[in-house]
């Protein structure tokens, strides 16, 4: 995948920028808006120079499903934009497309209201290789980024491939998604603005 604002006193159980919820529904928390016009900006593997701007340039929602493309411009002379794809449902958050790359079946890396102890399975193909991982969800802790100080939830992806173990872990604040990427005990990514739909 590849966003601000300094935000006091976050709340996981709700949206950051929504309407209030009317008595007696429970809100569930987005982990990963996809409102058309959603901005994030990172930085990659720490270096100011190495931004990736990201914007949500069409977001559609039929049957209870959001599908999104987001324009993802890396910086760099030389560097090509490419779009990603996702899904939200009442299940989770899906990655479909990554550049001309498909998931299939979508690979499902946040699940809906994620609470510390979820653990769930993920198999999908992707570039003609299969892949299992198992996703489990931490306690919410601080964290520093280059947009500032926040709470939020990490969600580790431990992939069990023959000869290849590796793991990553994404940390996201409801209503504004993912602040932090740590691979390899490097950090990959890290929020540097964001701007909600208007």
Known sequence: MTRLIPLAALALALPLFAAP????????????????????EYVRYQNADNVWAEEVTESVTKDGATTA??????????????DSSYKADADGWY?????????????????TDPKPGDTWELKY????????????????EKVTVTAGEYTALPVTIEFDQPGQRRAYTNW????????KQVSGGRVTQE????????
């Open 21 to 40: 919820v009317p008595k007696g529904v429970k809100a569930k928390a987005d982990y990963y808006p996809l409102a058309l016009g959603t901005k994030w």
């Open 69 to 82: 493309t987001v324009r993802i411009t890396p910086s760099g002379v030389n560097a090509v934009p490419h």
């Open 95 to 111: 990655f479909l497309t990554q550049g001309s790359v498909s998931y299939d079946p979508p690979a499902r890396f946040v699940k």
């Open 125 to 140: 193909a992707m570039g003609g290789s299969v892949y299992a991982a198992t996703a489990t969800v931490g306690e919410p």
């Open 172 to 179: 996201y604040i409801a209503g504004v998604g993912m602040v």
């Open 191 to 198: 929020l540097k603005s964001f701007t909600p739909a208007k």
